[in-house]
Nanobody, 120 residues
């Protein structure tokens, strides 16, 4: 059974940084693309970053974010810098076989989300 568990969210001031973690189990990380999505109240879920399986190609909606993975820990990270109030949202990680997809519907497994709040 595939499980994804996000952590690392919290309250941060504008300009601050957070590192989110997505701990995976029940899958071989090498064969899965892992994406980070976010959803703010009243808005659609949007992809902010993704890392493909095997070659590790990365995709970003914003250059302030960096995605990385640690095979030994079966964990994918999202480093977020220079945070803005508009980054406030629930952040989710999601898994898909192989490649990164734009749409949320293409991802088979999801975590429960972690809240990120950027406010002064």
């Amino acid at each position: 059974q595939v499980q994804l568990v996000e952590s690392g969210g919290g309250l941060v001031q504008p300009g601050g940084s957070l590192r989110l973690s997505c701990a995976t189990s029940g899958l071989t990380l090498y064969y899965f693309a892992i994406a980070w999505f976010r959803q703010a109240p009243g808005r659609e879920r949007e992809r902010v970053s993704c890392i493909t399986s095997s070659d590790g190609s990365t995709y970003y909606a914003d250059s302030r974010f960096t995605i990385s993975r640690d095979y030994a820990k079966n964990t994918v990270y999202l480093q977020m810098n220079s945070l803005k109030p508009e980054d406030t949202a629930v952040y989710y990680c999601a898994a898909a076989h192989g490649v990164c997809y734009e749409g949320a519907n293409e991802y088979d497994s999801w975590g429960q989300g972690t809240q990120v709040t950027v406010t002064s």
